[in-house]
Each structure stands twice: as structure tokens, then as C-alpha cells.
């Protein structure tokens, strides 16, 4: 998913003050704000010492919110920096989906050739310092990987790259669909503009490599989840009827889902075919894709979630907290 958020001219300066006071900040606490990742609060530097500084990012981080943590972890380094992408389990699926997907722009946009490493923590626990050596220690004792890791490691990649839209390997993600659509699929998109069922789910049959059509009916949105497979990835089309500033919409709403217990290759087909079905979709049957969505267990798209990706709440910017100079009260 391309997010299409970059760095504030406020995160630019803030990033620029912390690469300047190797003496005094530690790091930055970054957050996403209207369309721009903005500045949090600084991580105040008390100690020469990485681990010890850790321990403050326990006050400063919750468990039900996303967040940025940039850490200057190697002293006077030119690539000193460790950005890490903080997205607890209790995080909405918006706010998961939006930081993950945003998550290369901030190492890009403040300048790559600064960070040394990158992290992904999901849990408070492993950014306290025996939660990082921990991580420390795996990095330097990996072992070479088996060929079905490496083949997971390229399903990854592969759902990874669909995610933020990249299209480095085209081999992978492209703007084409490779696989062919059965014609019950096709037709069943170009009902969904003009026919009575609001939603469509398409599958891939991995013995074909072929798309095929899963279902079609119609489900309420607070049904919705409850009506796609928690046992197979699919892909579905969704038309959000409702009610917005007075006037009566219906845009379409696209959802992939790929349970956690789902084979290698079908994870590895869906995810580097989904650029390929959105692009089918549009030029085949004539569908626009308002939204974009995507998740693990289909029960993670509840009603509030979709109505929240049409209507975001709107939050109040919150001041930057700057430290204060050493020395003042």
C-alpha cells in the first residue's frame, strides 16, 4: 500500500538538532499526523552507555500505539542511527497497516546512508535493553537458511513489497495480472457495479494458477468480516454503501486477507498477484478502487475499522516537546 506521507519540514529539523548533539539526544519519537510523520518528543541522552537509555522508552511508548523510534545507538558513527518500527498487537488495523507501510519512507526521506539498522518490535519488551541483546545475539549466532526459510523470507519480501506498492521486482508486483481470470470472475466484478450483491471474493487455485471466483452475494459491513474465509487468502471486492455528508455513496472497497496458518505458496502467489488483481479488476470489468485494506483474520475488519479508512478520525497536533537546555529550571 503507498501510504503517500513524507517527513515534515518539524521532523526535518528535529532530525537534524539530534544528528547535531551527539552530547545531548539520544533520539526522536516519531508519529503520523495528516498525511506527514512529525516529531514526537525527543529521548533525552543520560548515559554513555545505549542499553541504559533504553529504559525510557518504556514511559514513552503504549500498548495500543504506533510509533517511530529513531536511536542514535553508535556514538559519532555517520550511520550511527537505528530506526525502529514500533506496532503493538492492541494498535488499530489502520493505524498497523498505515505504519508499516510508511515505515521505509522514514529511513528514506531522512537519509538512508544515516541508519546502520532497522527493527520491528511489537511488544515494549523487546526494546528494553535484554529484549535488544537479545536480538543482538540472534542477528550474530543466524544460522544459514533452510530453503523452505529462504522461501518464506521471499513471501515476505513479496507481501512486503505489495504493501507499500514498490515495484523493484517487477517479477514479483506488477501493474499486470500474469495469472488468467476465469470468466465467473470477471462477470462477477461487473455485477458488482450494477447487480444487487455488494460483494465479491475472488480466490487463486494454486493448482491452475488461475483466479477464479470464490463467492458473491451480499453482507452487511458489521457482517462482514464473518462472510470472507478465516481458513484461505482471498481477495474481495466491497461496496460501502453508506451515508456520507448527507449524500448517498457506494465505493468499492478492496480487502486481501491471508490467515497466519495459510501455505507458502499460496501466501507467496496471493501477495505477488494482488498489484495484478487491482489493475484486472480496474481495466477488465471497470471498478475503481477507493480503498485498499488488508489483513491476517478476516474478524479484524470490524464496521468501525472500515467506516475509520473512509472517515479518519481527526486528531489535534499535539506541540512538540523540545528539551530543555541543560542548566535552566
Request: with cysteine.
Amino acid at each position: 500500500m503507498q501510504s503517500g506521507i513524507s517527513a515534515s519540514r518539524e521532523l526535518n529539523d528535529a532530525f537534524n538538532s539530534l544528528v547535531s548533539s551527539p552530547t545531548a539526544e539520544r533520539g526522536l519519537l516519531v508519529g503520523i499526523e495528516k498525511e506527514s510523520l512529525v516529531p514526537k518528543e525527543t529521548i533525552r541522552l543520560s548515559s554513555t552507555d545505549f542499553f541504559d537509555d533504553l529504559n525510557a522508552l518504556d514511559t514513552l511508548l503504549h500498548e495500543d500505539q504506533a510509533a517511530y523510534i529513531i536511536l542514535r545507538r553508535y556514538q559519532n558513527a555517520p550511520d550511527g542511527f537505528v530506526a525502529v518500527t514500533y506496532v503493538p498487537d492492541k494498535a488499530k488495523v489502520r493505524q498497523k497497516m498505515l505504519f508499516a507501510s510508511t515505515r521505509l519512507t522514514l529511513v528514506r526521506e531522512l537519509g538512508a546512508e544515516r541508519f546502520r539498522e532497522t527493527l520491528f518490535a511489537t511488544t515494549k519488551n523487546e526494546l528494553t535493553p535484554e529484549g535488544w541483546r537479545k536480538h543482538d545475539k540472534h542477528g550474530e549466532l543466524q544460522a544459514p537458511l533452510t530453503e523452505e526459510e529462504q522461501t518464506l523470507q521471499g513471501v515476505k519480501a513479496a507481501e512486503a513489497e505489495a504493501s507499500m506498492g514498490t515495484t523493484s521486482r517487477s517479477s514479483h508486483v506488477s501493474g499486470s495480472l500474469s495469472l488468467p481470470m476465469s470468466d465467473a470472475a470477471r462477470q462477477a466484478l461487473k455485477d458488482l457495479l450494477t447487480g444487487n450483491d455488494n460483494l465479491v471474493q475472488l480466490k487463486i487455485d494454486t493448482a491452475s494458477e488461475s483466479v477464479e471466483l470464490s463467492s458473491k452475494g451480499s453482507s452487511d459491513v458489521e457482517s462482514l468480516g464473518q462472510a470472507i474465509s478465516d481458513s484461505e487468502p482471498r481477495y474481495s471486492f466491497f461496496k460501502y454503501s453508506h451515508q456520507s455528508e448527507g449524500q448517498a455513496v457506494s465505493p468499492i472497497l478492496f480487502i486481501y486477507t491471508c490467515p497466519s496458518g495459510s501455505k507458502i505458496k499460496e501466501r507467496m502467489m496471493y501477495a505477488s498477484s494482488r498489484a495484478g488483481i487491482i489493475a484486472a479488476a480496474n481495466s477488465e470489468a471497470g471498478i475503481d478502487i477507493s480503498k485498499k485494506m488488508e489483513a491476517t483474520m478476516p474478524s479484524e475488519i470490524t464496521s468501525s475499522v472500515v467506516h475509520e479508512e473512509f472517515h479518519p478520525k481527526v486528531e489535534q497536533k499535539q506541540a512538540f516537546s523540545r528539551p530543555k537546555r541543560p542548566g535552566k529550571r
